[in-house]
């Protein structure tokens, strides 16, 4: 089955700048890639999402990327606020379910 | 809609209990997920459902374990017997679609087993 693996664990940035979370998988067949964002004590919350036609997908201050080649993909935050502060899942998908990676807590400095 | 609903938010119980967990997917959602979410294992999907028939089980760790769906508002995950090491927050999700649609996911059930 898919696996993915998501880096780093933590990351901690001061409000301003730019925050970047990486995921690999190992299913040539994803073609589905969203991230979520999950607050503390909340559920998780699609932010934003790739299809594997796709290289790149903007939305205001976030972005996300996608390598299939490599098998990789990646969140970039820009201009980060505290209220950015979550854990953030990225996943895969083929036509079967969801594969989540373990999470990366994201702390925003103000 | 009011998205997603789960009953209780929080169930404190002795190790021994049965426990049941109750979800009410989003109207017109055709999948239903249940996931189990802890700080060592993250987010792991448990089973889940298409038009209200159980399609891949293969997550439920024993058979303590069991979910059913009764019809296509209404599904309930049971643990029986319960145990400490099942303390987790267990989430339920719909979606439209399987793989590529979005999941929306409950408010969550914080699960502590004494």
């Known amino acids: 089955g898919e696996n993915v693996e998501q880096h780093p664990s933590t990351l901690s940035v001061q409000e301003g700048d730019s925050a970047v979370i990486k995921c690999t998988y190992s299913d040539s067949a994803s073609n589905y890639f969203p991230w979520y964002k999950q607050e503390l004590g909340k559920r998780p919350q699609l932010i934003i999402d790739?299809?594997?036609?796709?290289g790149e997908k903007k939305d205001q201050r976030i972005a996300v990327t996608l390598n299939k080649t490599a098998k990789h993909f990646s969140l970039h935050i820009t201009e980060t606020q505290p209220e950015d502060s979550a854990v953030y899942f990225c996943a895969a998908s083929g036509y079967s379910t969801l594969t989540f990676g373990k999470g990366t807590m994201l702390l925003v400095s103000p | 809609d009011a998205g997603v609903i789960q009953s209780p938010r929080h169930e404190v119980t002795e190790m021994g209990q049965e426990v049941t967990l109750r979800c009410k997917p989003i109207?017109?959602?055709?999948?239903l997920f249940w996931y189990r979410q802890t700080m060592m294992r993250g987010l792991e999907l448990l089973i889940y459902?298409?038009?209200?028939?159980?399609?891949?089980d293969s997550g439920m760790p024993e058979d303590r374990f069991s979910a059913k769906m009764p019809n296509a508002s209404f599904s309930t995950l049971k643990i029986q017997p319960s145990e400490p090491r099942d303390s987790a927050v267990y989430f339920c999700a719909s979606s439209f679609g399987q793989g590529s649609d979005e999941q929306f996911f409950g408010p969550g059930t914080r699960l502590t087993v004494l």
């Open positions: 790739i299809r594997s036609n796709v």
């Open positions: 459902f298409n038009n209200n028939v159980p399609i891949d």
């Open positions: 109207s017109g959602h055709d999948y």
